[in-house]
């Protein structure tokens, strides 16, 4: 079976995700284990070792992982009166060769950055759309896209009962490490402005964006989307995980890996870094219990916002409103303070509510049989 076209609620978000940016075309367009400050320094990148790396997966932090780079080589570029794309391959694993586009706004020698990760099981193709470009570089910022491990052009060589979730561990642990190695590869580049990076995340790409920020000082800004977490209660009730394997990812051993995983511990050493977290009341993946708390970890100088329906989302976001609160976070000068209490709500002080004017107005997929897991695609 490959799990990774059971999408159901998790893939209707991300469809919506990737048609509110794509439509919107006027604008153009997923425990304590120390952080580690001293982040790798790129003086080794030219220095290919291919076989034998060591990495520890239950820990963000690349402190006791031992990853060295290849050259990257650079396989295509696109010049776009707007932007410069780059596509380029970056491996610092036997076996796991990772495509990474570089967007670069024209007219701006050292644009500041912000990295998407899009949740499993999103493929690349977004980020090869011009509309896109435009908008994530709009206002002269550069855009860093790359998929998570066992995603999309990353789920190769792997028997079909591997997947995503059924190697949560490594999945999350070496996405974590991805980020840094990533940082490390555009610090070399010169052409960025490495005091200036944001990272956006969406669901299983949230919660790895949680996790580099809590190892990488590097990353300023976060935005997150529903992310994953929380994980005896998000096995448990998430409708992305099949009922015939529920019972595997809910024994002791396997909750044991992806303890130090989890976001909800993670989320509370945010303190130093600019953190919007916000949730979809209906998304099935991220069930409610989850999101409350997530929500509640969330530190204090968080922005939090929840939106009741998936569609309530789309309105409040079209366009490049999503982005805009990344991208001034991360300009210089945003100083970090409390979030504002919303005396209209009765929760933690920042939470933000988006009214319920669209309460039943679901768009047609939200019926999609949650089962669905497309098994012809691949018996």
């Not at 209490?341 to 009214?355: A, I, K, L």
């Amino acid at each position: 079976m490959r799990h990774g076209c059971n999408r159901s609620r998790h893939g209707e978000f991300l469809a919506v995700l990737c048609f509110l940016w794509l439509v919107n075309s006027s604008v153009g367009w997923t425990q304590q284990v120390e952080p580690n400050p001293a982040a790798p320094k790129p003086s080794g990148m030219l220095k290919a070792r291919p076989v034998g790396n060591l990495e520890n997966w239950s820990s963000p932090s690349l402190a006791n992982s031992e990853l060295v780079p290849e050259p990257p080589l650079l396989a295509e570029t696109d010049d776009n009166p707007q932007f410069t794309r780059e596509l380029l391959q970056v491996k610092w694993r036997q076996g796991d060769p990772i495509d990474l586009y570089v967007i670069r706004p024209k007219g701006v020698a050292k644009p500041p950055a912000v990295l998407y990760l899009y949740s499993y099981p999103s493929e690349a193709d977004v980020f090869r759309s011009d509309a896109y470009c435009v908008n994530v570089t709009k206002n002269g910022f550069a855009a860093v896209g790359f998929v998570s491990a066992l995603t999309g052009h990353r789920y190769t060589n792997r028997p079909m009962k591997q997947w995503f979730v059924s190697e949560l561990q490594e999945a999350l642990g070496s996405s974590a490490h991805d980020v840094q190695m990533i940082l490390n590869y555009l610090a070399t580049r010169d052409d960025l402005d490495m005091s200036r990076i944001g990272m956006f995340g969406v669901g299983s790409g949230g919660t790895i964006t949680i996790l580099a920020a809590a190892a990488d000082p590097r990353i300023k800004t976060i935005d997150v989307i529903d992310p994953w977490g929380d994980w005896p209660d998000w096995i448990a009730k998430s409708s992305l995980i099949p009922e015939v394997e529920r019972a595997n990812y809910l024994k002791p051993d396997f909750l044991k890996k992806v303890a130090p995983l989890d976001p909800v511990a993670w989320l509370p050493q945010l303190t130093s870094q600019h953190v919007r977290l916000q949730q979809v009341l209906d998304d099935s993946v991220t069930p409610k219990v989850v999101q409350q708390r997530i929500k509640a970890a969330a530190p204090r100088t968080a922005q939090r916002v929840s939106f009741h329906t998936t569609r309530q989302f789309t309105d409040a976001e079209s366009g490049d409103r999503l982005l805009r609160w990344l991208k001034d976070q991360v300009q210089p000068g945003s100083p970090l303070q409390p979030a504002a209490h919303n005396p209209q709500n009765s929760g933690v002080g920042g939470e933000v509510t988006q009214s319920d004017r669209i309460d039943s107005d679901h768009i047609s997929s939200n019926h999609i049989d949650s089962n669905h897991d497309e098994k012809s695609d691949n018996d």
